[in-house]
């Protein structure tokens, strides 16, 4: 059963840079490929970005510009970086091997 | 970039009824769509992959057809359990995309 946790800081000062990392057990990383996705409170599901194993990444044009994406095959880990964050970007970020399983989710908040 | 146009955003109904959703793309994604249903507080739980492929677990009262443009997920008798929220995902693109989801609410 392939198992996806999210871990990171639940508290993000404004401009500064949300990290979080997905760890995953279960399954090889070194195969298909691995999403991040966001809920902000209330409202509906926004695709952040992909990566391959490979390193290969894709981002949601919208967030493009300050998304970084990375894989750690070594841990089975990939990783999200968002630089200059506000408001806007407190939300319950989900990993997952999309379509088929999904983290529990871990809420971040951007608050001074 | 392809959008997902999903209607209604909020559908009212009542235990025992048959509902439909439906899900446009702006172009054709072949049968490449997810539905998904989400309950407050947890994350999204795979109903059906490949549009019309129903997950292992899932009450045969839920499926789903289409292929291209035009995609349905029908409920065929509404269960208090499936009072939720449902989207549909295009995925396994170049990027992937939400519909903007479906509130299933009691009558």
């Known amino acids: 059963q392939v198992q996806l946790q999210e871990s990171g800081p639940g508290l993000v000062k404004p401009s500064e840079t949300l990290s979080l990392t997905c760890t995953v057990s279960g399954d090889s990383i070194s195969s298909y490929y691995w999403s991040w996705i966001r809920q902000p409170p209330g409202k509906g599901l926004e695709w952040i970005g992909y990566i391959y194993y490979s390193g290969t990444t894709s981002y949601n044009p919208s967030l493009k510009s300050r998304v970084t994406i990375s894989v750690d095959t070594s841990k089975n880990q990939f990783s999200l970086k968002l630089n200059s964050v506000t408001s806007a970007d407190t939300a319950v970020y989900f990993c997952a091997k999309t379509p088929d399983y999904w983290g529990q989710g871990t809420l971040v908040t951007v608050s001074s | 970039d392809i959008q997902m146009t999903q209607s209604p955003s909020t559908l009212s109904a009542s235990v025992g009824d048959r509902v439909t959703i439906t899900c446009r793309a702006s172009q054709s994604i072949s049968n490449w769509l997810a539905w998904y249903q989400q309950k407050p507080g947890k994350a999204p739980k795979l109903l059906i992959s490949k549009s019309s492929n129903l997950e292992i677990g899932v009450p045969s009262r839920f499926s789903g057809s289409g292929s291209g443009t035009e995609f349905t997920l029908t409920i065929s008798s509404l269960q208090p359990d499936d009072f939720a929220t449902y989207y549909c995902?295009?995925?396994?693109?170049?990027?992937?995309?939400f519909g903007q989801g479906t509130k299933l609410e009691i009558k």
């Open positions: 995902q295009h995925y396994n693109s170049y990027w992937d995309t």
